[in-house]
């Protein structure tokens, strides 16, 4: 997960270095590499195979850790141990770490 976390586009482009980037100024110009929740996460993923659906449900408590990827635009996503990512809205997580 965490050579996922290391492909993530705000920092190959280097976002928020300037004061007309999009990049959200909470972060400071530094982007996330580990978040923890502030509340529930309950997921309903459909799988297509063998051309029939099968719905699983994940989830993740509280206080749980995720390293996450996160865009240009600075929008993150936590990397969920089956390698998928999933869009965290600001209200949902706090950052634990930043990439250095």
């Known amino acids: 997960m965490l050579s996922i976390a290391l492909t993530s586009p ?6 928020g270095n300037s004061s007309d980037s999009p990049y959200p100024i909470c972060f ?4 996330p590499l580990k978040v923890r929740l502030k509340k529930a996460l309950n997921l309903i993923r459909t799988n ?6 099968a719905n699983d449900r994940f989830a993740y ?3 749980n850790e995720f390293y996450v990827w996160v865009n240009s635009f600075g929008a993150v996503f936590a990397i969920l141990p089956d390698f998928e990512k ?3 809205s600001p209200e949902e997580f706090e950052v634990t770490e930043w990439h250095p």
Do not use: E, M, R, T
């Open 48 to 53: 297509i195979a063998d051309k029939f659906f």
């Open 61 to 63: 408590l509280p206080n």
């Open 10 to 15: 705000a920092i190959i482009s280097k976002v």
């Open 28 to 31: 400071h110009g530094k982007v």
């Open 86 to 88: 999933y869009y965290l």
